[in-house]
C-alpha cells in the first residue's frame, strides 16, 4: 500500500513522461509536414523554372502580337489550374497535420484522464472519513474538463471542415472565371 505522497509523485512523474512523448510525437509528425512543404516547394519552384525558360522562348519566337496574346491566353488555364493544385496540396498537408495533432492529443487526454481517475480512486480509498464531497468534486472537475475537451474538439473539426469547404468553394470559383478567360483569349 502506498502512501498519499507516493501516489502522487508516481502519477505526477507518469504525467511528465507521458507530456513529454506527446511532445516528441507532435514535434515528428511538424517536422514531418515541414519536410513535405518543402519537398513540394522544390518541386513547384523547379517546374515553374522550366516552364517558364519553355514559355520565355515560345513568346520570343511569337512572329506577331496575335500569336503573342494566343500564347499568353493558352497559358492562363494551366497556370490557374497548378496555382489552384498547389493551393490544394497545402491544404491536404496541413489537413493532415491537423488530424494527426488532434489524435495524438486526444489519445494522451484519454490516457491522462484515465490514469487521473485511477489516482482519485485510489487516494479515495485511503482518505479520511468525510472527505467524500471533496472526492466527489474532484471527480465532477475532471468530467467537466474531458467534456469541455470534446467541445473543443468537434468545435476545431467543424472550423477544419468549414475551411476546407470554402477553399473548395474559391477554387471552382476562381476556376470557372478563368476557363472562361483562356477561352475568350484563344478565339480572338
Do not use: C
Amino acid at each position: 500500500m502506498f502512501t498519499i505522497p507516493e501516489q502522487l509523485s508516481a502519477a505526477s512523474k507518469a504525467n511528465i513522461e507521458s507530456q513529454l512523448a506527446l511532445m516528441t510525437t507532435l514535434s515528428n509528425k511538424a517536422f514531418e509536414s515541414v519536410e513535405k512543404m518543402i519537398d513540394l516547394n522544390l518541386n513547384v519552384a523547379k517546374t515553374s523554372l522550366d516552364e517558364s525558360t519553355s514559355a520565355a522562348k515560345q513568346f520570343l519566337a511569337a512572329k506577331d502580337a496575335q500569336e503573342w496574346l494566343a500564347l499568353a491566353a493558352a497559358h492562363v488555364q494551366p497556370n490557374a489550374e497548378k496555382a489552384l493544385s498547389y493551393g490544394r496540396h497545402l491544404a491536404t498537408i496541413a489537413s493532415g497535420v491537423q488530424a494527426e495533432f488532434s489524435k495524438a492529443a486526444e489519445t494522451q487526454l484519454a490516457e491522462t484522464s484515465r490514469k487521473v481517475l485511477e489516482l482519485v480512486e485510489e487516494v479515495s480509498k485511503n482518505a479520511p472519513a468525510g472527505s467524500e464531497n471533496a472526492v466527489a468534486m474532484m471527480k465532477s472537475a475532471i468530467g467537466n474538463a474531458n467534456a469541455s475537451y470534446e467541445q473543443l474538439t468537434k468545435t476545431t473539426k467543424q472550423a477544419v471542415e468549414a475551411l476546407e469547404a470554402n477553399l473548395n468553394t474559391a477554387v471552382s470559383q476562381f476556376t470557372q472565371p478563368a476557363t472562361k478567360a483562356s477561352a475568350r483569349a484563344a478565339k480572338k
